[in-house]
């Protein structure tokens, strides 16, 4: 039997509610997908049928095009967009990114991961994404503010802290989340205060918490200490690969470090390096800010001064990064890179989705068929939302909590997440996965229950 032959048998059918809303048939789109898995998690439970094509389609699709003054002093247009996946628990919330390959349907299955996150970790969230199709790395200091200034004010009438509350994502940072506040202040002069609570991931002097620049990849280790055990892994002396080394990853890699993992394994967008001793973490995280990116990082770096050792790693190719036998393989770079090639030659016995939707159907089928356990997205990078939670709840009531606070709810709500994903497989007798969504569709389906649809 071929492989194309043995993918095709394990194709889900297509879901019916697809046919009633007119959905195109395209394997390799994200947004299907995404609404594949939920579909098939709400079959799992008996979700009621106008549940199931409510969060079909995100509740609101707004696309911008704004322009800007370039430092040459022409004007370029730019296209931006906010989809509004699901309120049904509290205002949208997600993040936006900048990336040139911004589209409309990968930024509403993106909205569409933050409802489901938001429903299993219980936060009083619905689910949001946005984004603005340009690359930020050719623009200016100047250009960059603009930007930002005109894709604010383009969808501030939809956005709020009681509304929808945008957070930093790929291609975005805090100084970008302090210019986004600082426009929505100022264009909103009867809130001006409140209207700091407009969006998360500020910097700490404006607004910003303790804690959430980590946040996301100290949730990443709190899943795993929490599930490792249940799959026979102890984290010391665990082997890692990490596929990208930016905020979540670095992050992620130095705290799993501390815990006693060795990562052995790195590739980001300049290259990758191996070292089956372990490639030291806060050095490599000090290299990457430095160069922009892990390439460079040669074996040669490797030094030992008392106690301490720091390891740099061999380059290697993008085929050797993935056939490096390891314990836990992470990924947290873009959507879709895992293919069935990437997954064919992944050696690994768990993966723990750091970044989101990081298969394409066929890498996930084929890392479910050789016995991989997928530890999805929705519970896996949950803590970078969590925080931005704490974040806008300490922006309404004005408070300030410190660092030990903000890890120790965190960590609560992470392992809170995670039995709770545990549980729902057991009552399914399903893949985690589809787990994690039956768990997150179980809150969103009572609460549509409770409220019933207006009229
Ligand atoms: P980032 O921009 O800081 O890092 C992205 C990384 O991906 C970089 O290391 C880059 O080199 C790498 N990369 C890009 N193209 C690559 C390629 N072709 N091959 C190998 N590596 C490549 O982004 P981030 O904030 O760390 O986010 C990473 C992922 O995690 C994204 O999917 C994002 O949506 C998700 N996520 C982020 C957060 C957060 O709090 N930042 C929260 C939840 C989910």
Known sequence: MTTATTEQAATPSRDPVFDELGFPTDPDNLYTQTCATMLGAAELLNLKHRVRIILAQ????????????????????????????NNILGPYKGGFRYHEDVHLDDVKSLAML??????????????????????????????????????CSAIADQIGPEVDIPAPDVGTNAQ??????????MSNPHAHQSGLAVVTGKPLEFGGSAGREKATG????????????????????????????????????????????????????TGGLRNDHGID???LAEHAARTGGVKGFGADNGSQSGRLITHGGDAISEEDFYRTPVDVFIPGALEQMIKAQQAGWLDCKVMAEAANAPCDPSGDRA?????????????ANAGGVTVSYFEWLQNKTSQSWDAQKVDEELNRHMCVAARRTLAARARYGCDLRTAAFAAALEHIGAVYNLRGIFP
């Open 114 to 151: 933050m409802t489901m996150k938001c429903a299993l970790t219980r936060l009083p969230l619905g689910g949001g994404k946005g984004g603005v199709k340009v690359n930020p790395r050719t623009l200016s200091e100047g250009e960059l503010q603009r930007v930002t200034r005109r894709y």
């Open 58 to 85: 995100p509740k609101n699709e707004i696309m911008v095009h704004f322009p800007v003054r370039m430092d040459d002093g022409h004007h370029q247009l730019f296209k931006g967009y906010r989809i509004q996946h």
């Open 281 to 283: 973490m806060h050095a």
């Open 176 to 185: 970008i989340m302090a210019w986004f506040a600082d426009t929505y202040m």
């Open 218 to 269: 100290q949730g990443v280790a709190d899943v795993l200490k929490e599930m490792l055990p249940g799959i026979g892994i102890g984290i010391e002396g665990m082997t890692v690969s990490l596929l990208g080394f930016g905020n979540v990853n670095s992050w992620g890699g130095r705290i799993l470090q501390d815990m006693g993992a060795k990562i052995i394994a790195v590739m980001d967008h």
């Open 367 to 379: 890392l479910s068929s050789k016995g991989v356990e997928i530890i999805p997205a929705i519970l």
